[in-house]
């Protein structure tokens, strides 16, 4: 290696494994870790270090850098991402831990931990429609806006105030016009249902949330699924004469439904049967008939 035959010459710095480091205070705490991890992975520290001059690099641990706006309970799980204690020892982290790791890694862009702290909201943690709302337009990550959205929209229950206060006022006072609306249109609202008039009801109210939300994620280079429409995985909507039931079923693949991915095919089945049985024991429930269902191109008659 180049590195033994100048053994008697003076050593030369490595190319990788040669790390200068940083000191942070967050609140009270300092923290001093490699810059080597910052500026290769966020382009928020790559210009934050390359405006500082050498001797303020150089005087750095005399005169930390202050991260505003952030608490060392949420810095802390993020430094675990980034620099690792014990790589080869993964400790779990709560939902609350990964979403200030989505915050900050948004925050400061770091995009491939950002993307992690997504794959891992939506695969292992529950995350209940108001948090898909909130998490989505605070972070611009365009499928949980959407996602919280329509469920919240087509809900039994109405937004109650601590829910207005976590999505915020104006987000929830769109959410009540979708409602306003759909009621009107025909329709009473049950089991997240909705028809066709209704989904564009919303992409019409929602329609700056949604675009805003897509063109912020397209600066991270999301991947397209994050900024995909979202149906709900199926529709029920009554009709206001009681003799008749329309009944809508809209499914997308398994595997982009958060709380069933990794679903084997049997148990995608049973899935189905499950919502299959249950718009059967409710139209008998109201005296309907229903005559067919409707599996994305699949169509049957009862």
């Known amino acids: ?97 990964w979403i200030s790791i989505l915050k900050l890694s948004t925050m400061w862009r770091f995009v491939h931990v950002r993307r ?47 829910e207005s206060q976590i999505i915020g006022y104006p987000l929830a006072l769109h959410v009540s016009r979708v409602r306003e609306q759909a009621e009107k249109n025909n329709g009473v609202l049950e089991f997240c249902s909705s028809t066709p008039a209704a989904q564009a009801e919303v992409e019409t109210e929602f329609k700056s949330e949604f675009l805003q939300a897509e063109q912020n994620s397209a600066t991270f280079d999301d991947p397209p699924t994050l900024g995909e429409s979202y149906s709900p995985p199926y529709a029920v909507w009554y009709e206001p004469d009681p003799s008749n039931i329309s009944v809508q079923l809209q499914f997308y693949p398994i595997s982009c439904m958060p709380a069933y991915r990794g679903m084997s095919f049997e148990v995608s089945q049973l899935y189905l049967h499950f919502i299959l049985s249950s718009i059967i024991v409710l139209s008998e429930s109201r005296n309907c008939d229903v005559k067919s269902i409707s599996v994305g191109a699949f169509s049957r008659d009862i």
């Open 1 to 97: 290696m180049a590195y033994l035959r100048q053994a008697s010459a003076s050593p030369v710095k490595h190319e990788q494994y040669f790390w200068d480091t940083v000191t942070f205070q967050v609140e009270q705490v300092l923290f001093k870790i490699p810059r080597y991890q910052l500026e290769t992975s966020s382009e928020y520290f790559r210009s934050m270090f390359s405006g500082l001059s050498a001797v303020q690099l150089a005087n750095i641990d005399r005169n930390p850098v202050k991260l505003e706006g952030i608490t060392v309970v949420e810095f802390e799980p993020f430094l675990e991402v980034i620099c690792p204690i014990s790589p080869w020892e993964e400790r779990t982290k709560s939902t609350e831990e």
């Open 116 to 162: 992690l702290a997504i794959d891992i909201l939506v695969g292992y943690h529950h995350i209940d429609a108001c948090l898909k709302v909130s998490l989505g337009w605070e972070y611009s990550v365009p499928r949980w806006l959407r996602m919280g959205v329509y469920e919240l929209a087509f809900r039994e229950k109405t937004l109650s105030q601590r």
